[in-house]
């Protein structure tokens, strides 16, 4: 670590220690808006045409909330699940399964109050619901990849880690209607993260511990159901005659298919057998980006999404903090978002995307071919090798992330002279391999739940966790992420994460390629879909009217 960073770290350490023990972990850039329950009604729409709305996804890696962590997964949740709150289009909570929502004069405790709702199979929907999915999210034999989304409660994270009890964590039903939530620290945007912890049917749960995995046993509570899943090929979801608000959905089937080629799926959307292709559910060919644009077909729009390669710190020669910045260094960002992105892509020489940046310009330049050769014939040194050992890099199947990978490919055997051997699989088998470490380098992405740069960067706290797949880690960034959680100046606040993410980048576990967007094309007699700032699409609303605008 340069004398720079020393200092620059130690110094928000300093400061940090004497900060107050009790405190904010807000967002510093935007306060949390008061919770409504006034929900937007579409336009009047002529419904002669029938209000079914064709899409294309991949395979998800689970429909049971408690295990999602993919963007795929978390899509389809979201159409067949509610939580406490849902977010409107402008990404802000409103009340959903809650009636109403309480806070505290210490801004710790919420107490929300549930409207009568009830689940596909007729269950009144509970507190102890909610209680249950929490606390068994956070329950180390379960073995959840997303329980560090609960840590914001009351020992939470201490229940996880096997130092507390689970009578200890912040969340208690007091009764069947009222949900208690206690948090370690006061956070504005805890109504915003409640959208995307929804509860699961405690009772069907219990009693079948494979439910999520077949439409007759999988139960749910959003506005839509399961109906069918023909694995690789097709998924059908139906209007939920038992949604609290069921008269707001107007569709009443939605037909998801499975093609993995882009092109495939942009050719069907043009003969008018999909409804909508593209991000966030799929992706576009890369050719056919600019063509769409210039047509005036393309709709983008930014998101709280980092798209970025991670290393296996574990794994000789990333054990090599200099090996790790040489392939970091060499790649040419500005090539890949302006000829394989092609829709507005910034490059990213950090992990925080440029909805939530905390230096925007980036923690080192782009395109360094010289310091990256440099720093590997260095590196190498230090690990005593003459030779690098086979390195593959694993990616998950899509048109956008092949062209990445054989892009990378390219680079790093240009620049650094090393053969990269690459390997694409279904996105379920990625997970896997990536959580059991079977990988040398790896595309990840990750897309906020809030966007705050503490999202992305409380991932790589913890050595040995389904969220940070590099096994990297350094009690001082761990130090740095814990103070940013209690510090209640902003200014303050964001100068201790910019002195982590800075830190993540001297150590390079992984490194930025770009700040994404969503790029995609859609019916015009399609209205009402939503997608939100953190790039959540959600189809309650959604209709298809006869004509067009």
Known sequence: MTKFLLSYVSAFLLAGSVLSAVGSAGSAFASQPALSTAQEKPAAASHSREQILRLNMEEPATLNPIFAEDTVSGALIRQIYDSLTRLDEDGNPVLSLASNM????????????????????????????????????????TGSPAAYNYYSIKNAQAFSAGKARSEDIGVKALDDKTLQVVLENPIPFFPTMV????????????????????????????????????????????KNRSYWEQEAVKL????????????????????????????PISGLPIDAIEPLMKEGKLRTKPKATSYYIRFNTEREPFTNAKIRKAFAYAINRQEIARHIGQAGQTPLMGITPITASLRPEGFFADNQPEEAKKL??????????????????????????????LTLQATWKKVL????????????????????????????????????????????????????????????????IRKSYVETDKEKRKQILLAAEALLMEEMPLTGI??????????????GVRIDPLSKIDLKWAYLEEKGE
């Open 195 to 238: 959208s995307f912890l929804p509860a699961v049917n405690k009772n069907v749960a219990q009693a079948n511990p494979q439910w999520a995995t077949d439409p007759k046993t999988l139960v749910s509570n959003g506005p839509f159901r399961l109906d069918q899943w023909e694995h690789r090929n097709k998924i059908v979801l139906v």
């Open 514 to 527: 770009f700040s994404d967007v969503n790029a995609w094309v859609q019916s015009d007699k399609l209205k």
């Open 252 to 279: 009443e089937r939605v037909e998801i298919f499975m093609i993995a080629d882009a092109s495939t799926e942009l050719s069907m959307f043009d003969k008018g057998e999909l409804d909508w292709a593209g991000n």
């Open 376 to 405: 590997l014939e260095e590196g190498m040194k230090e690990l005593g090798i003459d030779k690098l050992p086979e390195i593959t890099y694993l990616y998950n199947i899509s048109d956008r992330n092949k062209a990445i990978a």
């Open 417 to 480: 002279g090393v053969e990269v051997k690459l390997q694409s699989k279904e996105t379920k088998v990625v997970l896997d391999d990536q959580e059991q470490g079977k990988f040398a380098i790896t595309r990840s992405s990750w897309t906020a739940d809030t966007n705050d740069p503490v999202d992305f960067l409380q991932k790589f706290v913890e050595k040995y966790s389904s969220s940070n797949i590099t096994r990297w880690h350094n009690p001082v960034y761990a130090e740095l």
């Open 102 to 141: 309480k806070l505290s004069p210490d801004k710790r405790t919420y107490t929300f109050t549930l409207r009568d709702a009830k689940w596909s199979n007729g269950d009144p929907v509970t507190a102890h619901d909610f209680e249950y999915t929490w606390k068994h999210a956070l329950d180390p034999k």
